[in-house]
């Protein structure tokens, strides 16, 4: 019963430091409004503070593809906005396309878990890309965005860059640290809300993972060559 009594924040900590007991007291109260809350909060808020090294950045990379000044100037007009409205929008559609696939599994093996029970366990299972985005922006401010964009933690940093516009150097780019650590809190969680095993879960989802890794890597290599 001590589990189910946890705050907001203890949560939050929980599923760093003992993620079974935090997905058994979400499952057991699942919240979403709060924890939602406090997520795109974060979000936003990182994202107001690199707007300066992304306005540069995106202004930079226009001219450098020979974009007229006219254009340059149209195209600034929709930075901000776009990127407010990502930080706002991003991670709840991200939320809601996970709970989705957990909902689909839940029926397929006749789970006990809610719809609202797997949404709350998506957005804990976000912490890992908050703490991303804390890293990033740190190092957006240190270094500016394009700088930044070389520190890599994916297998993709053991590759070197003798051939980043490859496959298989895409592919190793999408196998990333914190994307990793979010599947596997989505799977643990997931799996206790449905009151199964994490085995079948880890497999299901596994394989769509994997097809979405490499459909991301192909559409990465295709833009290189563009």
């Known amino acids: 019963m001590e589990e189910t009594s946890m705050s907001t924040a203890e949560r939050f900590m929980k599923v760093l430091t003992s ?19 406090a997520i795109v909060t974060i979000s936003l808020i990182l994202t107001v503070i690199a707007l300066p090294e992304t306005k540069a950045f995106t202004e930079q990379t226009l001219a450098a593809a020979g974009q007229s000044p006219d254009q340059i100037a149209l195209a600034m007009k929709f930075v901000v906005p776009g990127a407010i409205v990502g930080a706002i929008l991003g991670m709840p559609l991200v939320w ?36 991303k985005a804390v890293i990033s922006t740190v190092l957006i401010k240190a270094m500016g965005l394009k700088a930044s964009m070389q520190v890599s933690t994916s297998l993709a940093l053991f590759f070197g860059n003798a051939d980043s516009t490859s496959f298989l150097y ?14 596997v809190l989505l799977i643990l969680g997931g799996a206790i809300a449905m009151k199964k095993k994490p085995k079948g879960l880890a497999v299901f989802l596994g394989v769509i993972w994997i097809i979405y890794v490499v459909v991301m890597a192909l559409l990465a290599k295709n833009s290189t060559v563009v």
Do not use: H, M
Request: hydrophobic share 60%.
């Open 96 to 131: 809601l396309v996970q709970a989705a696939i957990l909902a689909l599994y839940n029926q397929i093996i006749v789970g006990e878990a809610t719809f609202k029970q797997l949404f709350s366990v998506a957005i804990f299972s976000g912490i890992p890309s908050i703490i």
């Open 170 to 183: 895409r592919l190793l780019e999408q196998l990333e640290l914190f994307r990793i650590w979010g599947l």
């Open 19 to 37: 993620p079974g007991k935090a997905f058994a007291a979400i499952a057991a109260d699942p919240g979403i409004l709060w924890p939602g809350l």
